[in-house]
């Protein structure tokens, strides 16, 4: 499962499907707005989202994983892979970005 949203804002503007019994999951693309993402005065490309990752629990209390910080500048370049903040192992791979 993960969030993304906008870091001070903590607005939530995307949250994904729920990948079951999976230790590398491939979640389902999906579509971003620069406008979702940019600041006051700003286009967006430079302006840092925050990816956060969780391990469902039926019982509602999801662990939290880690995050990445990013901005979609850094996901224009081809495949891009990020370590996972605050995580003992694992990165996160962004394979596409169109514009």
Not at 64 to 87: D, H, K, L, Q, W
Request: glycine share 6%; net charge negative; with cysteine.
């Amino acid at each position: 499962m993960e969030y993304i949203k906008q870091p001070k804002i903590e607005n939530i503007i995307y949250k994904s499907e729920i990948i079951f019994i999976e230790l590398s999951p491939n979640w389902i693309p999906f579509t971003l707005r620069l406008a979702d993402i940019a600041t006051s005065n700003s286009t967006g490309w430079e302006d840092k989202f925050c990816i956060s990752l969780f391990d469902y629990d039926k019982n509602g209390t999801h662990d939290f994983i880690g995050y990445i910080m990013i901005n979609v500048r850094e996901c224009t370049f081809g495949s891009f892979m990020a370590p996972i903040e605050m995580a003992s192992t694992g990165g996160f791979i962004i394979h596409k970005c169109t514009y």
